[in-house]
């Protein structure tokens, strides 16, 4: 099968992953996936929600948006976060917390900001892929300064896209083959191979065991290879 930009079916779109990004904040990233681009930003405060507040524990949390021409199309700002944004920003906090022990955080929380500058398809999931990468420059600056003695990170995270189009299984698809997929699929997984999300839909006729497994296979490898570039750019000075 030919793809639209040419790739194999197994194949990522280029990645590019820009630390520090920006001055202000403790964590800062710039992820391009493909012609997909996400600003994620990380700023640790010395605060927790008001439902862990002397627990000694900490808090990860998000927010995303998609800026108004990030799209084809104008998007108009949202003033209370709608339905699907709302879906994001829980999956990206979950996807963090899940590999953070917030136990070794102490009361402080840690808030990310994943802002779409450019959508192809995949926004959620480069979020993800870059907001691990904000958050360990933060934990990082924590370490640094004596406010942290021990990293709470306990493994990576990382997060790609699958899916069915014409037939094939394909991985990481960008805005054309997604909006024409028969199986529309984001995976979630850790360093050590745990999921922490599969959302999986038919957009038509219902898919099979054996297609969810080669979608798995697919997004296993293509995340396996996403956790190799957080690393490359963490090992950067």
Known sequence: M???????????????????????????VLISIGNTKVL????????????????GQGWVTAEYAMLPRSSQQRISRERQPKGRTQEIQRLIGRSLRSITDLSLLGE???????????????????????????????????LESGALTQTPILEEVAATSVGIVDGKELLDLCYEEDSTAEVDMNIVMTGKGKFIEVQGTAEGVPYSKEDMDKLIALATGGISELIGHQNTALAKR
């Open 2 to 28: 030919n793809r639209i930009d040419g790739r194999k079916i197994n194949e990522l779109r280029e990645v590019t992953i820009e630390r520090k990004y920006l001055r202000n904040a403790e964590g800062s």
């Open 40 to 55: 994620c930003t990380a700023t640790a405060e010395e605060r927790v929600p008001p439902f862990i507040r002397g627990t």
């Open 108 to 142: 402080r929380s840690i808030l990310i900001d994943c802002d779409v500058i450019q959508a192809d398809g995949g926004t959620r999931t480069a979020a993800i892929t870059g907001a691990f990468v904000a958050l360990t420059d933060t934990i990082n600056s924590l």
